[in-house]
């Protein structure tokens, strides 16, 4: 395989991977909140996606909106009821607290629809630029991500929803004498974590099988994008996702594609030690 292709094959991986880890990325930076609910938040969407298909025969690109919502309303609820309670607490409560969550969900999933593998199949083929080959479904995830990922950027920087979201991450206790509602904006925030991570499951379902088993892995990867871009933003999560899918593109075509998530943990952890914000962080928010 030619240089330029792995450099297109980790561009396009980099996307979905952005996409996947922005809303953990919004909420560890705004909350302080480790979600570990966030991998099993991705396979529930992508299950939603896949029954609606398969029973329903409603494509993907439709079901998109409805089940980014859904999994907003999700969101926004627990945390509301359930998080805000202990979100001034030590980060270890608040981990301990997603992580029993997780629990319940990822058991509640694997009860109720099986660990079998799922996938939506929609048979777009490949085109061909150049003698660079992309697979339609992946090029297509890949716009889907980017658009995500672009719109939640807008959100932040244009809406006023956003700017009260990033006063509330700079300093909660002034945003409250602002008038800023931080528990409102805490659920908010919450919920777009949980809006994105379910509108990535529709992404992922159209481009690999949907199982609970990968629920902990797309939990890791997000951690690892996280410290490579820089916690809290989007541009970190953006620059995190194609560098890590970059560098899993070349390190499995180098190495064997089971050393790939191997060499992208072995580069989280040379950042954590030269460079703890990130490649794009702000000091101060590592």
Known sequence: MGLLQTLVNGIVLGGLYSCLAVGFSLVWGVLNVVNMLH?????????????????????????????????????????????????????????TLTFGLDLILYNFMTVYYSATPRRITLDLGAIDLGGIAIPVDRLLGMVLAFGLTGMLYLVMRRSRIGRAIVAVRMDSAAAALMGIKVDRIYAITFGIGALMAGATGVIFAMVYPVTTNLSATYLGKAFVVCIIGGLGSVPGALVGGIVLGVIESFAGQAFGPQHALTVGFLLMLVLLVVKPTGLVGIKGYE
């Not at 938040?41 to 939603?48: E, S």
């Not at 398969?54 to 969101?75: E, K, N, Q, R, T």
Request: aromatic share 14%.
């Open 39 to 95: 991998g099993s938040l991705i396979i529930l969407g992508g299950y939603i996606t896949y029954f609606a298909w398969h029973s329903y025969g409603i494509h993907p690109l439709f079901a998109l909106p409805a089940v980014a919502l859904l999994m907003y309303l999700l969101g926004y609820v627990t945390q509301l009821l359930m998080i805000n309670r202990v979100v001034s607490q030590p980060v270890l409560t608040t981990m």
